[in-house]
């Protein structure tokens, strides 16, 4: 069995992912949105949903909000709530894509009137952001259009440029603006923040609080992923990572599930470059669990990102460096491959009861009978889920 070194565990006992409220409701696809039995049905059960990834995993201790969906009476109780069972409220993400005010754009709307309630909308944010002590604002723009001539895309640009001042302003000293980018969809010709570069130029025009999140779902087929990785940390602007699978757009499935090798090519840069259990590069999962049952599938992410993480710590960098020097190509392919075909998984397990957590959190949480309370006691009202 593979032993990993007590470095290698010390890097990986501090690793943390940020887990998505909505990942917990009801999702679907543009064709069907399912139901089942003991979805959470307010911000409160969500919240209990994701403690329970946390607590067979010791991986996940804070969750992300998405408002208006976890809009409550009170942040401070929900915040209380949260600290009673082991986790904490972490990034505060807008949403300017479900109003109808918004068909055609929100921070780059041609009319002052929507432009400005979309702006007050993400004020409003950073008004939940003080409530919870939240670090991170994110904002992804399901803006664009569909035609060539439909828009003048750089006037559009300057638009956007102009939102994001007034919004990075509202900030707090110690809080982040973080601008997500989509290669595509719901507009089709053309998305006003495409990829990181456009992010890059955006936030880089704000200020140092303004960061890049890179969603692993959101490029073009045969992107290369890694490298966009690289280069973030290179700039210091690689913000936020929000992971999740693709097989063919932005599928939003469990991480590691269509390709693991990019998850821990990935996984390989993000240590290669300084930003892992770095306070400034938040993980974080994207997902939508549309047939799978939600928290299972909360915690194979978090384990296959713990895996992937362990596997890329295996590198052996002084060999892979000298095999690089000399022009070795095939060697120091060797390298990182016999890294990444490295079983680790038995010596996680052996590690994790060492700690007190369940050798197969995945088992131990069927076995623990949640599944089945919740689906009894949760009746009535309405599941939360797309747009709740």
């Not at 969906?69 to 505060?92: C, F, I, K, N, P």
């Not at 997500?180 to 089709?188: C, H, L, N, R, V």
């Not at 090519?265 to 999962?285: H, K, Q, T, Y």
Request: hydrophobic share 40%; glycine share 8%; net charge negative.
């Amino acid at each position: 069995m593979t032993t990993l070194s007590p470095e290698i565990l010390a890097e990986l006992e501090k690793q943390s992912i940020e887990l998505p409220s909505w990942a917990f409701g009801n999702s679907g696809t543009r064709f069907r949105v399912f139901g089942t039995p003991g979805t959470p049905r307010d911000p409160y059960e969500k919240i209990a949903d994701a403690a329970q990834v946390h607590a067979h995993t010791a991986l996940a201790p804070i969750v992300a909000l998405h408002i208006p969906w976890d809009l409550v009476d009170s942040y401070d109780d929900l915040r209380r709530h949260a600290e009673d069972l082991g986790v904490s409220l972490g990034t505060v993400n807008s949403n300017t894509f479900q109003d109808e005010d918004y068909r055609f754009g929100a921070l780059t709307h041609e009319d002052d009137r929507i432009r400005r309630k979309a702006i007050d909308h993400h004020f409003a944010c950073i008004d939940v952001m003080h409530a919870t002590g939240s670090r991170d604002l994110k904002i992804w723009l399901a803006e664009g259009s569909n035609y060539p001539g439909q828009n003048d895309m750089r006037a559009r640009q300057d638009r956007l440029q102009d939102s994001l001042q007034q919004i990075y302003a509202r900030l707090g000293d110690a809080q982040r603006l973080v601008l997500e980018y989509k290669f595509f969809e719901p507009a089709f010709y053309h998305t006003d923040v495409p990829d990181w570069g456009t992010s890059y130029a955006q936030v880089a025009a704000l200020g140092e609080r303004a960061m890049v999140c890179l969603d692993t779902g959101h490029h073009a087929p045969g992107t290369n992923i890694e490298f966009i990785v690289m280069q973030l940390l290179r700039l210091g602007k690689l913000g936020s990572f929000d992971f999740n699978s693709r097989f063919y757009a932005d599928d939003d499935l469990i991480v590691g599930a269509a390709d693991p090798f990019q998850l821990f090519r990935i996984l390989s840069e993000v240590i290669r470059g300084g930003g892992l259990n770095n306070p400034d590069v938040a993980f974080m999962l994207d997902q939508c669990h549309n047939i799978e049952a939600k928290i299972p599938g909360q915690i194979r992410s978090v384990l296959n990102v713990q895996e992937m993480t362990a596997r890329a710590l295996l590198i052996d960098r002084e060999a892979l460096a000298a095999a690089q020097r000399s022009n070795d190509v095939l060697g120091a392919n060797a390298v990182l491959m016999d890294a990444f075909y490295t079983d680790v998984r038995p010596a996680l397990a052996d590690w994790r009861e060492q700690r007190g957590l369940p050798a197969d959190p995945m088992a131990a949480f069927l076995a623990s009978g949640y599944l089945e309370r919740i689906s009894a006691e949760r009746v009535g009202g309405a599941q939360a889920g797309w747009g709740a």
